[in-house]
């Protein structure tokens, strides 16, 4: 909740996390005056399926019908109470998205299998982020089809890896990103000054080789990071279009 809203996880009002459950009534959230989603209310309700909150007549009990979209938001496999608030989604023709969490623990696993090291080259991540992605996205559309839902958006995200490219790109660009989405644009022109900037350094290799390699290492996490943060970025911008929508 705290990085789709742009806030950090101690900054005042942000939403609670922890280890173990820590919403345990619904709370709202928005965006600051400016903002390109400054006319987004995000809710955050307590967890379905605990003591606290079972599933039998969560969908009413937390009054989700009255919602313009709900976020269904999972860290792995769909489980029979996400099923089930999916299938009341549909039957209100409330619109839903399913969101698969911590997409970089999947990228790290899986590289530990395939390389003897945690930091392969460039392409070779770029292409275990894209399998991770679309082989997570197939199972979710998969297992949903087996359910009879059809038609609903999936997107696979990474919020850590958010957070920290935006930190990243609010530090050497002065733009502030709590106040806009950002888009691959902004990747690709930071990224493309800070090699502009390597380049020169290049030319003095000799004189420059430790400045040179620290330069070279940080636009390379940099730009892994944009790579695992363009999901959700697509996914900020399918709220902002639902939010048009509705005013309209």
């Known amino acids: 909740m705290d990085?789709?809203?742009?806030?950090?996880?101690?900054?005042f009002g942000s939403a609670p996390?922890?280890?173990?459950?820590?919403?345990?009534a619904t709370i709202c959230y928005g965006y600051p005056e400016g903002h390109d989603l400054k006319y987004v209310r995000l809710w955050d309700t307590a967890g379905c399926g605990t003591h606290e909150h079972?599933?039998?007549?969560?969908?009413?009990?937390?009054v989700l019908y009255a919602f313009d979209?709900?976020?269904?938001?999972?860290?792995?496999?769909?489980?029979e109470y996400e099923y089930t608030l999916l299938e009341n989604a549909q039957k209100q023709r409330t619109p839903v998205v399913v969101v698969i969490t911590k997409t970089d623990v999947k990228v790290d696993s899986?590289?530990?299998?395939?390389?003897?090291?945690r930091n392969p080259p460039l392409e070779e991540y770029k292409t275990i982020v894209d399998e991770t992605i679309c082989e997570a996205r197939q199972h979710v559309?998969?297992?949903?089809?087996?359910?009879?839902?059809?038609?609903?958006?999936v997107f696979i995200v990474s919020a850590w890896k958010y957070r920290d490219l935006m930190m990243d790109l609010e530090t050497i660009s002065n733009i502030d990103y709590q106040q806009k989405i950002p888009n691959q644009e902004d990747f690709a022109g930071e990224l493309l000054g800070q090699e502009v900037c390597d380049q020169d350094t290049n030319d003095n290799i000799d004189e420059h080789r430790e400045a040179w390699a620290q330069a070279t290492a940080k636009r390379e996490t940099r730009m892994k990071n944009a790579?695992?943060?363009?999901?959700?970025?697509?996914?900020l911008k399918f709220m902002?279009?639902?939010a048009v929508h509705r005013r309209l």
């Open 69 to 79: 979209m709900i976020i269904v938001v999972a860290e792995k496999e769909l489980g």
């Open 240 to 242: 902002a279009d639902i």
């Open 141 to 153: 559309f998969t297992c949903l089809e087996k359910k009879g839902l059809q038609n609903i958006p």
């Open 54 to 62: 079972p599933s039998a007549n969560y969908f009413e009990e937390k």
């Open 110 to 117: 899986k590289i530990r299998m395939l390389f003897n090291t």
């Open 3 to 11: 990085f789709v809203e742009g806030k950090p996880h101690n900054m």
């Open 17 to 24: 996390t922890g280890i173990w459950q820590t919403t345990m």
């Open 227 to 235: 790579l695992l943060s363009c999901e959700l970025c697509a996914l």
